[in-house]
């Protein structure tokens, strides 16, 4: 069993940077991938980046160049710094944690709400 707690969400204002953080509970070395999901009003989740054991990354288009995700395993904690946050990028953000390449042993953290308003 794995369990995520993140934090960091919050109100921000468009352009403004945003740092959430995903605490992985026992040791993060049992996962293969770790990534960040996002979930706006009446859409679908989808993958904003992952990162995998091995420190590879991977971004969706829309995110790449502004978003960074990181991981520190010493802290068994995984990041998402986020940058020039865009108006209609406001929704739930959700870390998860895959045991296995296929995905087919995910968890899901609780999630993290950011509103975007000037």
């Known amino acids: 069993q794995v369990q995520l707690v993140e934090s960091g969400g919050g109100l921000v204002q468009p352009g403004g940077p945003l740092r959430f953080s995903c605490a992985v509970s026992?040791?993060?070395?049992?996962?293969?991938?770790m990534g960040w999901y996002r979930q706006a009003s009446e859409k679908r989740r989808e993958l904003v980046a992952f990162i995998t054991s091995g420190g590879s990354t991977n971004y969706a288009y829309s995110v790449k160049g502004r978003f960074t995700i990181s991981r520190a395993n010493a802290k068994n904690t995984v990041y998402l710094q986020i940058n020039r946050l865009k108006l209609e990028e406001p929704a739930v953000y959700y870390c998860?944690?895959?045991?296995?390449?296929?995905?087919?042993?995910?968890?899901w953290g609780q999630g993290t709400q950011v509103t975007v308003s000037s």
């Open positions: 026992g040791s993060i070395f049992i996962t293969k991938r």
């Open positions: 998860s944690a895959d045991l296995d390449w296929d995905g087919h042993t995910r968890y």
